[in-house]
């Protein structure tokens, strides 16, 4: 079975600061990594993923994260936040050969003021 | 070009009266999923489908039924609401390539049940 930890549940943050949103998995499979972002009422949509090769992923709106195999770890990062990253970030995880079903954490909530 | 659409956007039933919750794609997906998602707790997969006449349960299916007549259409429906089904219900779509897939998701629709 696969599970998804994100470590803080609120982060807040001024805006132009760097933010690290921290996300740890466990699973007994390979897995394909997520973030994906959730604006206040909207669904959620892709901000990057990790399927092989370079473990340092660029995705949407300057966010980028990290794939640490030994620490089974998948931070995103952001080095300057604007006040328009004000949403819920979850963290998922899918396993490889194993259909297509995300599992995802329970999220975490950046708040950024001016 | 419209992507994943849910009707409706909100609704309030009474216990014990029953419902569907109404997902379409236009995107040609043969994968769609429902989850539902609580106040921090993440998303959680109800039931997923690979195809038209193919579903499956996902993690917490009791008390909800699917169909998947079309490739477009993913209703969920639930027969006895209950208190614990208020929550915000996602519908999401990807192709048929397998996991590491992008889901996209639809605007969610909030239930209350009373």
């Known amino acids: 079975a696969q599970s998804v930890t994100q470590l803080d549940s609120q982060v807040p943050v001024f805006e132009e600061a760097p933010v690290e949103l921290r996300c740890n998995y466990s699973?007994?499979?390979?897995?394909?990594l997520f973030w994906y972002v959730q604006y206040p009422n909207q669904g959620l949509q892709l901000l990057l993923k990790?399927?092989?090769?370079?473990?340092l992923v660029k995705g949407i709106n300057g966010f980028e994260a990290e794939f640490n195999k030994s620490q089974t770890s998948f931070h995103l990062r952001k080095p300057s936040v604007h006040i328009s990253d004000t949403a819920e970030y979850f963290c998922?995880?899918?396993?490889?050969?194993?259909?297509?079903?995300?599992?995802f954490g329970k999220g975490t909530t950046l708040s950024v003021s001016s | 070009n419209a992507g994943v659409t849910q009707t409706p956007k909100f609704r309030i039933l009474k216990i014990g009266q029953s419902m569907t919750l109404q997902c379409t794609q236009d995107?040609?997906?043969?994968?769609m999923y429902w989850y539902r998602q609580d106040p921090g707790m993440g998303l959680k997969l109800i039931y997923y489908?690979?195809?038209?006449?193919?579903?499956d349960k996902g993690e917490v299916p009791n008390g909800y039924n699917v169909s998947r007549s079309t490739t477009e259409d993913f209703p969920l429906r639930l027969e006895l609401a209950a208190p614990s089904q208020t929550s915000v219900y996602f519908c999401?779509?990807?192709?048929?390539?397998?996991?590491?897939?992008?889901?996209?998701f639809g605007p969610g629709t909030r239930l209350l049940v009373l």
């Open positions: 699973s007994s499979v390979s897995v394909y």
């Open positions: 489908s690979v195809g038209a006449g193919i579903t």
């Open positions: 995107m040609n997906h043969n994968y």
């Open positions: 990790y399927l092989s090769g370079s473990t």
């Open positions: 999401a779509s990807s192709s048929q390539r397998g996991a590491g897939e992008t889901q996209y």
């Open positions: 998922a995880v899918s396993p490889k050969g194993a259909g297509t079903a995300l599992i």
